[in-house]
């Protein structure tokens, strides 16, 4: 005969059975627990994470701001320089004075027109607004053609030195309004960051 609870009249079950549901009850709470430990260890790795994400962003728009007032104080230096560059070769003295052959002085800014913050931090450039990124990068990538049309333009003779200049004028004028739209927008997004 099987032992159970209760001798006088009802069957409450074996204590096998009871010591079953016990186990059955721990292991509940024991899986109730462990699932509610669970769920607030992965809430508060997610609020580690988003909080981390928040200082990288953060980081990287400060780092953005700094880049533009970098670049933005470069490309108005640039923009100086192919307008001084531009009176040098200008329809009228300045294009008589180059054809005769008095272009060192064009030569040399030509030479040195550069935007090398930009080279510098080519690797940054995602970081900023993509607008801004590719007139930039545009903007750089211009130098190097107006620069092989100008030293062309100072060792070529006649009519073609003619035609070059023309070329170096077009390309130089086509530059600073470039120049002028990224000073344009970089004010624009350094306001915008600021708001």
């Known amino acids: 005969m099987t032992p159970t609870l209760g001798g006088s009249g009802g069957n409450l079950g074996s204590i ?13 709470i024991s899986v109730f627990w462990l699932s ?10 997610s609020h580690r994470e988003s909080k ?15 880049l533009l007032i970098l670049f933005l104080a470069e490309v108005n230096h ?9 009176l040098l070769i200008a329809e009228g003295e300045g294009r008589a ?14 030479s040195e027109l550069e935007l090398e913050s930009i080279s510098k931090k080519q690797g940054r450039l995602h970081i900023l607004p993509r607008d801004q990124a590719r007139l930039l990068v545009s903007l750089h990538g211009s130098l190097l053609p107006l620069k092989q049309i100008a030293l062309r333009a100072t060792v070529a003779t ?24 990224a000073e344009r927008i970089c004010i624009e997004a350094l306001q915008g960051m600021r708001d």
Not at 36 to 45: F, G, K, P, V
Not at 97 to 110: L, P, R, W
Not at 159 to 180: C, F, P, S, T, Y
């Open 16 to 28: 096998a059975d009871w010591l079953g549901v016990l186990v059955n009850l721990f292991v509940g």
């Open 36 to 45: 509610r430990r669970t769920y607030e260890l992965t809430q508060q790795a």
């Open 52 to 66: 981390a994400q928040a200082m990288d962003d953060e980081e990287q728009y400060i780092e953005g701001q700094l």
């Open 78 to 86: 640039l923009k100086l320089e192919l307008c001084r560059a531009g």
């Open 97 to 110: 004075k180059f054809v005769a052959g008095n272009h060192a002085q064009f030569a040399k800014i030509m």
């Open 158 to 181: 006649g009519q073609d030195r003619i035609e070059k200049i023309k070329n170096a004028e077009m390309l130089i004028h086509g530059l600073v309004e470039a120049a002028e739209k």
